[in-house]
Structures are given as C-alpha cells and as structure tokens.
C-alpha cells in the first residue's frame, strides 16, 4: 500500500471525526428533546448538501422561494428547520448551492452585489458580467441574472455502469432509492444487473465540479471542491481506478454521498 493512499485514508478518518466531534458539541448544547431532534436534523442536512445564506425579501414566500431555486417547499422547510411555511422580510434561510447554481435565472434582492453573487454562485465577476451581457458593476433590485455558466455538466443523466459485484439492492442502498424506483426507471423485470449495464438513477442528483484527489480506501474516493475535500462512495473495488485521474479537474455526478457518474 503506498504512502499516498495511507494518508489519504488518515484524512478521511480525521475528517469523520472532526465532523462527528462537531456533531456532538452541537448536540450537547440542546436544552430540551425536541430541539435536540431538530439540530440533529438540521446537522445532518447542512452536511449532506453545501448551502448559502438567503435574505427572504419583502414579497418573499416559500413557494416563489422554491420556483426560483428550483427546489421543493418541503426541502426548504427540512433543511432550515421551519415548522411552518411562514417566513419574514429579513429571515435568513439556507439554501443547497446546487439548487442556486441549477436555478435559470435569479431576481436581484436588496443588498445583493455582484461580488456576493459571484461568491454565492462559484462564478467569477467577470463571468458573470460577461453571460449577463453587463457593461458595469451595478446592480439594481428586480434585475434577472444568470448565475450559472451554459454547460453540458447539468444535462449529463444520471446513469451508473455496474461494476463487478454489484446487486440491484445494493446500488439502490448506495444511491438511496427504492429497488422498485430503480427497476421502474430502467423498465426491469427483473432483480438481476449486468456488469456492464447502464441504470439511470432516479430522483434528483448533485453535478460538482471538482479536482480528483484519488482513492481514500477500498470503497470512498476523495475529491476537492473548493479546497475542501468532497468524499463519495464508489463500488467496493473500484476506488483504485481514479488514482490516474488524480489531478484532473473534472464533474461529478453523485447523490447519496455516492459517485454515479464522473465526466
């Protein structure tokens, strides 16, 4: 075993447990059960899926809210721990990056520059001048922008090619689906996978654009996504095979804290 992927795996395993002592140091400050339960919930869904800041703004709503990112009403309730679907002028909700970046166009809110814009989407000032057709800097309330740059990256489907030792069950568990989702999206008859075969996978997924870093262990590859370490499950076996991508800059396509597809 080389020295690279031993210390890649010792990363991997301080990573655990700075998230797990950061988990635990949250949950010792809940004064009550039902508030622990909440910033447990909480906790987990920030990790899951990197999020932003968001000033509700005066005509605000949940469902606009959720239009705009393109994003159910109930996962902005889950991921900012609302009770209800009321919200305030000046509430600050979380918002999943992918959802911003996913999103066609986004209205100009008061305070918005394009400095925060820029750092809010991932794409540069200048990029963001240029896609928006702006000859300045300024910005004014109401305004529609692209956030995002026209790639290929969010049409890439979410297909998985099976790997030797896979099962139907077991893809489904990494990817966090239903077996049945999983046989009715690929028209199966049947509980048996070919390795070789193609299965897209259903429900929404994660396009990242990241560095390849290499394989962490036998199952986990680690990438970088804004000098942060991305970790995704991968078939038990297969991790070895990204080590001569390492350094490629590269998307991702992942859910479930797993690597469908890389591009």
């Not at 090619?161 to 489904?172: E, F, Q």
Request: net charge positive; glycine share 6%; hydrophobic share 35%.
């Amino acid at each position: 075993m080389s020295t690279t992927f031993i210390k890649r795996k010792q990363r991997l395993e301080e990573l655990r447990k700075k998230k797990m002592s950061v988990r635990n140091k949250k949950l010792a400050t809940v004064a009550f059960a039902g508030a622990l339960t909440a910033v447990a919930f909480m906790t987990t869904k920030v990790e899951a899926c990197s999020s932003t800041s968001y000033t509700v703004g005066k005509n605000d709503t949940l469902y606009s809210l959720s239009k705009k990112y393109n994003i159910s009403i109930k996962q902005l309730m889950e991921v900012n721990g609302l009770t209800s679907e009321k919200i305030r002028a000046g509430q600050q909700l979380l918002v999943p990056e992918h959802s911003i970046k996913s999103s066609s166009l986004y209205t100009v809110q008061k305070g918005d520059t394009l400095y925060s814009l820029a750092k809010k989407s991932g794409v540069s000032m200048n990029q963001l001048k240029k896609i928006n057709h702006l000859h300045t800097d300024k910005l004014y309330i109401g305004q529609k922008l692209k956030l995002s740059i026209d790639s290929p990256a969010e049409d890439i489907k979410p297909v998985y090619k099976v790997n030797p030792g896979d099962t139907l069950w077991g893809i489904a568990n990494r990817f966090g689906v239903k077996a049945e989702d999983l046989k009715k999206a690929n028209g199966l008859r049947q509980d048996m996978v070919l390795i070789g075969q193609k299965l897209t996978i259903p429900g929404s997924v994660i396009h990242t654009k990241v560095k390849v870093v290499g394989a962490a262990d036998n199952f986990t590859v680690e990438f970088q996504h804004k000098n942060k370490p991305l970790i995704l499950k991968v078939a038990y076996g297969t991790a070895n095979e990204y080590e001569k991508k390492s350094g490629q800059e590269v998307t991702v396509v992942h859910k479930n804290g797993a690597l469908i597809s890389i591009n």
